[in-house]
């Protein structure tokens, strides 16, 4: 008989850095939210509110995200978010392809076990990971797409969004503004959600 791991059992795993991590933090970030979210949000990595924490995204980007979130009715607390790589990278670089690959196996079981039926993946790093591609955020944004039958809907990143502040017709702000009308909406009408979930990511071994 299979037995299915716990996301506590998830959080202790992931507490042993592998030797492509060893740039990063010490402070593990692991997630948190629902751990039967219909909807998932995955950044990049962790940044420096988020390493003293322990917790994502609880810094300025954050915050804003918990902004997004009530303008459209959706509860943080009934939604999982989590970064693909759990620990800060020094000055807050971008993720090393490596640091990337070396996270990959313990982000695809937080996927199985809370079984999202959407994941909206923010910014550019987690969007090239679910999407295959090197296409930009700019271009998939608001748009729909498919990963071992998971529905993923590309938004921008919130620090993105405090970078440009403006909400004028066509900004960011704007257009996250509508991206979120239609994410809620699907959200609203998704169907059950299945008991199980298998992911097999051989197929993406030579993305990083």
Same mark, same amino acid.
Request: net charge negative; no cysteine; hydrophobic share 40%.
């Given at each position: 008989m299979? &037995?299915? &791991? ?16 060893? $740039? ?25 509110? $988020? ?11 954050g @915050?804003?995200l ?6 459209v009715g959706?509860?943080?607390? /009934? ?5 693909? &790589? ?5 000055? +807050? ?8 690959? /070396? ?5 695809? $079981?937080?996927? @199985? ?6 994941? /909206?993946?923010?910014?550019? &790093? ?13 271009? #998939?944004?608001?748009? !729909?797409?498919? !990963? ?27 257009? #996250? !503004? +509508?991206?979120?009308?239609e994410?809620?909406l699907a ?15 051989? $197929? ?5």
């Amino acid at each position: 008989m299979t &037995v299915r &791991v716990t996301l506590s059992e998830l959080e202790r795993r992931a507490a042993e850095k592998p030797e492509a991590l060893q $740039e990063l933090s010490d402070n593990l970030v692991f997630g948190e939210g629902d751990p039967d979210a219909r909807l998932m949000f995955v950044g990049e990595a962790p940044g420096e509110d $988020e390493d003293h924490a322990g917790r994502p995204f609880v810094g300025r980007a954050g @915050q804003l995200l918990d902004k997004v979130l009530q303008s459209v009715g959706i509860d943080r607390d /009934a939604v999982y978010i989590t970064n693909i &790589v759990k620990f800060r990278p020094p000055s +807050n670089r971008n993720p090393k392809p490596t640091e990337l690959a /070396a996270s990959e196996a313990l982000l695809v $079981e937080q996927i @199985q076990f809370i079984r999202p039926q959407i994941i /909206a993946p923010l910014g550019n &790093v987690p969007s090239h990971y679910f999407l295959g591609s090197k296409e930009g955020i700019s271009r #998939t944004h608001g748009r !729909w797409f498919e !990963w071992h039958g998971i529905r993923i809907f590309p938004l921008f990143h919130p620090a993105y969004l405090l970078r440009n502040p403006s909400r004028e017709r066509g900004a960011p702000k704007w257009q #996250t !503004w +509508n991206d979120m009308k239609e994410l809620k909406l699907a959200l609203d009408e998704l169907p059950p959600k299945e008991t199980s979930l298998v992911i097999d990511t051989a $197929e993406q071994g030579e993305l990083f």
